[in-house]
């Protein structure tokens, strides 16, 4: 029987072979690139359908609307992911408040840019997409991947974590309580632009959305080679995802 890791391992290859073949006939544009991760996020649409091991059995995801704590730390994406992202938020904002949200993610960016990931959960601040006013995504439904198919099983170890805030809450207690369920998708998606002489890398958001405010046609002058986030990699993420 095949173990977990055979499985993803498995997935990936399948889904990376499927991306591949989609960008060979269809080329890659905003579009091809857009309606794949349209693709992956449909996946993640209906979390009340996933169920979480825990010592008790199989449990639904204790996520839910004016739970954020999982906000608090680094929150990484690829090339594509922050364009997507970049799009959605462009074409949901009008001029106002388009131009507030920027000020807000430049100034977050002013923080947190080139830490690791375990200092932000220890110091913050959240991430500046968070509407802390109503305790939720205010970019839902532009969200990155590994933010759509992260679960929790348990709402009070993830209090518990946010309030001791000193340890990375993947490595808390003996028993596992947040999961992430993005990994196989997201290299799927690299494995397919690699085909194409393109890698990805891991990027920090606050970071990727600045990057692409800061550079005219940010998403052409990037699928003709240019390195448009060179400032943008995530620390501790090195090389490319495949």
């Known amino acids: 029987m095949q173990d977990v890791s055979d499985k993803k391992s498995a997935a990936t290859q399948a889904e990376g072979a499927f991306a591949a073949a989609y960008f060979a006939r269809f ?7 857009f309606e794949l991760i349209d693709r ?22 204790a996520c839910s609307k004016g739970c954020w704590y999982c906000c608090h730390t680094i929150i ?5 992911e922050a364009f997507y992202l970049a799009d959605h ?44 006013k109503e305790g939720a995504c205010s970019v839902y439904e532009g969200r990155p991947l590994a933010c ?7 709402l009070p170890a993830c209090k518990k974590a946010y309030a001791e805030r000193a340890t990375n809450p993947r490595s808390l207690g003996a028993e ?34 600045v990057s692409i405010w800061s550079t005219p046609n940010a998403f052409e ?22």
Not at 27 to 33: A, C, E, K, W, Y
Not at 40 to 61: F, H, I, N, Q, S
Request: charge should be positive; hydrophobic fraction near 45%.
């Open 221 to 242: 002058a990037w699928l003709a080679g240019a390195d448009v986030f060179q400032n943008a990699r995530a620390k501790g993420f090195d090389g490319p995802l495949v």
């Open 76 to 80: 990484v994406l690829t090339a594509p």
């Open 176 to 209: 596992p309580f947040i999961f992430q369920n993005s990994d196989v998708v997201i290299r799927a998606l690299a494995l397919g632009l690699k085909s194409t002489g393109r890698s990805l890398y891991r990027l920090e958001l606050n970071a990727a959305l």
């Open 40 to 61: 992956y996020a449909a996946l993640y649409r209906d979390m009340g359908a996933v169920k979480l091991p825990t010592a008790a059995g199989a449990v639904p995801a």
């Open 27 to 33: 080329g890659v544009s905003r579009q091809t690139i």
């Open 148 to 154: 759509r198919g992260a679960f929790s099983s348990s």
């Open 89 to 132: 938020i462009e074409r949901t904002r009008d001029a106002e408040g388009l131009a507030a949200l920027k000020e807000k993610v430049r100034a977050a960016d002013t923080v947190t840019s080139g830490q690791p990931g375990d200092v932000r959960w220890g110091k913050g601040p959240p991430c500046p997409l968070l509407d802390t």
